[in-house]
């Protein structure tokens, strides 16, 4: 099952708008990343924000981390049109016997509308 | 640095044939993860193989299986082929092993027919 969750599954807005992903997870954490992908191609890694840091800044990029709730958000402030693509949180649950394995949400289609 | 290359970008498979897909990491990279991206289930987990050793592994059939050579290269092959194969294969690469920062390749797009 997916480890995290995203939210929305679809967002669009306009060039210069901001846009939030949301991602919720189940289990306990190590670290949370945020992906790209642009269509059907493969991912390209944004940020990695530790179980211990609130927030952490990327450039136009900006991701908090709430471990109390389990969740995260993504803002991409300025947008652009290049920033269309579906964007994707990434945990480390615990596959068993010690050794984790990064999981995948289902991810957060985004579109910049120039 | 060269990204992580993987060969063939795009395959058509009878059911029932076997596939082999490889992957080249990074330079330096001695992980490689293999990910099988569907648009039903999404993104999900295969194996990762570090230092010639599968040091994880997914909730796959024995069908999928894999390797990874001396020089960190890997493979995946798939065999008894499905229709419910059909996927964009995604192969990453890492500098340690873990679910820590992954560089992916550009996938292989198998369908099975």
């Known amino acids: 099952s997916q480890q995290g969750e995203e939210d929305p599954q679809a967002l669009s807005i306009q060039e210069g708008e901001n846009a939030t992903m949301n991602c919720s997870y189940k289990?306990?954490?190590?670290?949370l990343q945020w992906y790209r992908q642009n269509s059907g191609r493969g991912l390209v890694h944004l940020i990695l924000i530790r179980s211990n840091e609130r927030e952490k800044h990327s450039g136009r990029l900006r991701v908090t981390l709430d471990t109390s709730k389990k969740s995260s958000s993504l803002l991409i402030t300025a947008s652009r049109a290049a920033d269309t693509a579906s964007y994707f949180c990434a945990t480390d649950g615990n596959s068993g016997a010690g050794s984790y394995q990064l999981t995948f949400g289902k991810g957060t289609k985004l579109s910049v509308i120039p | 640095k060269a990204g992580v290359t993987q060969t063939p970008r795009y395959l058509i498979k009878t059911r029932g044939q076997q596939v082999t897909l490889s992957c080249s990491p990074i330079?330096?990279?001695?992980?490689v993860s293999w990910y099988q991206q569907t648009p039903g289930q999404g993104l999900q987990f295969l194996f990762e193989y570090f230092s010639e050793t599968q040091r994880n592994k997914g909730n796959f059939p024995g069908r999928f299986s894999g390797r990874q050579f001396s020089n960190s290269r890997s493979e995946m092959n798939v065999s008894t082929l499905e229709l419910g194969d059909s996927a964009l294969y995604l192969c990453a690469s890492s500098y340690r092993q873990g679910p820590y920062e992954q560089y992916f390749g550009p996938g292989t797009r198998l369908t099975v027919t």
């Open positions: 289990t306990s954490i190590n670290n």
């Open positions: 330079s330096g990279h001695r992980s």
